[in-house]
């Protein structure tokens, strides 16, 4: 089960949250907050990431 983690303004800043926390090996999903039928480059997205591992993405952004 996924939980969003982190809502963003735009597809350019969702892949950016993607890559910082897939590159300390937390798998990340991008969800469209109004669907996917009206998702674009300026959609907001939810930064969405596992269940129970929300810690290691707050862990994650610490280090930074």
């Keep these: 089960m996924w939980v969003g983690y982190k809502t963003v303004n735009t597809l350019i800043a969702a892949q950016m949250w993607m890559e910082i926390l897939e590159g300390e090996g937390l798998p990340v999903r991008l969800l469209p907050v109004n669907g996917i039928l009206y998702a674009s ?3 907001a997205f939810r930064v969405m990431v ?3 591992r929300e810690h290691v993405a707050d862990e994650i952004l610490r280090k930074l």
């Design 41 to 43: 480059e300026n959609t």
């Design 50 to 52: 596992p269940r129970g």
